[in-house]
């Protein structure tokens, strides 16, 4: 992953990202890792308070506001040992909510992991949204792996 061994790190952030305490409650997330789109801000937050666990660590690449409409993560990290690369854009709308979350997980093995992992957590809650160990290990093996 050329990025992530050519990218400075930052100063990890002291706690959470502004965004994540003001989910608008109609806020839509998507993601590398979905299934589909999820909707409303306690699924967001009880999805994401999880996924939170799964990382190694997190080695910011960048961390900021652009412009007043969007706040951006980018960070390296390892998930069950194998290396991520994580974008977070988030839409801020005009009432100052994050109204759309945006989460890219590279590469695809890692994308497969955390989706796997985040369907063994989820499976019965959000079944539809993660992949199966079945699901994740057919298309880790079409891809080659």
Request: glycine share 8%.
């Amino acid at each position: 992953m050329k990025f992530t061994e050519t990218a400075p790190t930052l100063p990890r952030p002291s706690g959470p990202p502004p965004w994540l305490g003001k989910i608008a409650q109609n806020a839509t997330l998507e993601g590398a890792v979905l299934k589909r789109a999820i909707h409303g801000k306690e699924n967001i937050l009880t999805l994401i308070s999880h996924a939170r666990t799964l990382y190694e660590f997190q080695d910011y690449t960048y961390y900021g506001h652009l412009g007043s409409e969007f706040f951006m993560e980018s960070y390296r990290s390892s998930i069950n040992g194998v290396p991520v690369e994580c974008s977070v854009i988030v839409h801020m709308n005009d009432a100052g909510e994050a109204d759309s979350l945006l989460i890219h997980h590279y590469p695809l093995d890692a994308t497969l992991e955390f989706s796997r992992l985040m369907g063994e957590k989820f499976g019965e809650q959000f079944a539809d949204l993660y992949l199966t160990n079945a699901q994740a290990d057919g298309l880790t093996k079409a891809s080659g792996k």
